[in-house]
């Protein structure tokens, strides 16, 4: 008998996305799933029922998640949906689980075999799983999208008989794949743009774009990134310089995009008050880091707020501002996953917990915490008595793969086909190869 496979409705008021498409669920069946779509989990995503029906999928409701096997989400089931699911069941989503101890171990308690997507390595194999790159592209180009709907000017130069209006100055902060479609973005749109980022290996990416490079090049800069090619946390000292470089140059801006984001962390603060204070009346900030505590001074997550003039917007779920569009994306990065969970003689989900995958992945099974990264976290919580050494051995966990972020290598890895210089073919396009978007 087939295992049923379940695509529920999202219950966050935010999230518009849907963990499958039309051409998922072909996908799936073909796999061997039984497929069951919860009733109008699309019809955000402007994906109607009768279509997920005519590609084979059963129209069922919230309770059929009870028979489900596998589950394909967009966001971490809470508590309350927890209680429906089957134990043993395999769920799949970004589970967000950074800061979030308690809803990892409830996860566990539900006894599900949980994966969170946000941790997929940034391997070639993987390529097509990365729902960070997915979704972080498409944050970046939102992002523009939203700055200029904000900002009452003009965005190209225009020569008119009236006369010349001027282009508008767009400048990025963080140049990881939000960082870069934000660029490639802005300059379709006629602006003249220029970025920063701690990592020197995105410097010749955004001279490829048609950008200007600005940052503070000493040593500690040159060994800003991780081996993972994340941008890793700079210096107190290296922090002032380079506010200290960028702040005229604010305030010569007419638009800031902020997408600075470090795993586990945070986000930096990049701009005070007192930088964009001398920005002109009617200039836009764009945070696209708001929802981990934003880089922007001010920026209020889920509002636009004017502080001296200046317009901050704070959107929550960017990419999910194109629902549609990202909906697409982020299920070709779930089938793409679950195909892998597969055993193609039984068509069914056989886990294969020494696959690099799976391990980088899995957060829970058999009703254990059982990523490294949080499993001391879960038995501190459950064994208070053994708090100290819990907590040691939590300090020495090494971070996983971001949520959000900025990473030269999501950049790197998106490279479309001309693999003899993945880099710099994906500087030119700043569209990850099988997808993408970010922050």
């Known amino acids: 008998m087939a295992q049923t496979l379940f695509i529920p409705k999202e219950t966050d008021a935010n999230e518009p996305r849907v963990g499958g498409s039309a051409e998922t669920v072909k996908k799936l069946i073909g796999l061997g ?32 998640i009870r028979t489900a096997d596998v589950v394909l989400k967009v966001r971490r089931p809470s508590a309350a949906e927890l209680k429906s699911y089957k134990k043993g069941a395999v769920v799949i989503a970004m589970l967000d689980p950074y800061g979030n101890d308690a809803a990892v171990k409830e996860l566990a308690d539900a006894g599900v075999t949980a994966f969170t997507m946000e941790f997929m390595p940034r391997i070639t194999r993987a390529q097509v799983m990365d729902v960070l790159s997915s979704q972080a592209n498409l944050a970046g180009y939102q992002a523009v999208v939203d700055a200029a709907g904000e900002y009452d000017r003009a965005l190209p130069m225009m020569m008119t008989a009236a006369g010349t209006v001027p282009a508008a100055k767009i400048f990025i902060m963080g140049v990881g794949v939000a960082g870069l479609q934000a660029i490639a ?16 290996a995105v410097k010749e990416q955004v001279a490829s774009l048609g950008a200007k490079f600005l940052a503070v090049e ?82 209020v ?25 990202a ?55 459950a064994a208070p008595a053994a708090k100290p050494v819990a907590k ?45 978007g970010e922050a």
Do not use: C, W
Not at 234 to 251: C, F, G, R, T
């Open 218 to 299: 000493d040593d500690e800069f040159k060994a800003a990134e991780t081996a993972g090619g994340y941008a890793k946390e700079m210096s107190k000292e290296y922090q002032a310089k380079q506010a200290a470089l960028v702040a005229d140059h604010i305030a010569k801006q007419d638009i800031i995009i902020t997408t600075a984001l470090i795993p586990g962390r945070p986000a930096p603060r990049l701009v005070s008050r007192e930088m964009y204070a001398r920005m002109r009346p009617g200039s836009v900030i764009v945070d696209l880091a708001v929802e981990r505590g934003g880089n922007v001074e001010g920026a």
């Open 301 to 325: 997550a889920g509002k636009t707020v004017d502080v001296d003039g200046v317009k901050i917007v704070g959107h929550l779920n960017v990419a999910g501002r194109i629902a549609a569009t």
């Open 185 to 200: 973005t802005a300059r379709r749109m006629g602006a003249v743009v220029t970025a920063t980022d701690v990592r020197p």
């Open 327 to 381: 909906s697409q994306l982020y299920a070709k990065n779930l089938v793409a996953f679950v195909e892998t969970l597969v055993d193609k003689d039984a068509k069914a989900i056989k886990i294969n917990f020494d696959d690099e995958l799976v391990k980088a992945t899995v957060l829970t099974h058999d009703g254990k915490v059982v990523h490294p990264n949080f499993a001391a976290a879960a038995t501190t919580a």
């Open 392 to 436: 040691k051995v939590a300090a020495k966990a090494a971070p996983a793969a971001p949520a959000e972020a900025e990473s030269k290598k999501a950049t790197a890895k998106a490279a479309p086909k001309k693999a003899a210089a993945p880099r710099k073919t994906a500087a030119k396009t700043a569209t990850p190869k099988k997808t993408e």
């Open 33 to 64: 799933f039984s497929v069951i779509v919860e009733g109008g989990a699309g019809v955000l995503s402007r994906i109607p029922d009768r279509e997920f029906e005519a590609a084979g999928a059963t129209i069922g409701k919230t309770a059929d």
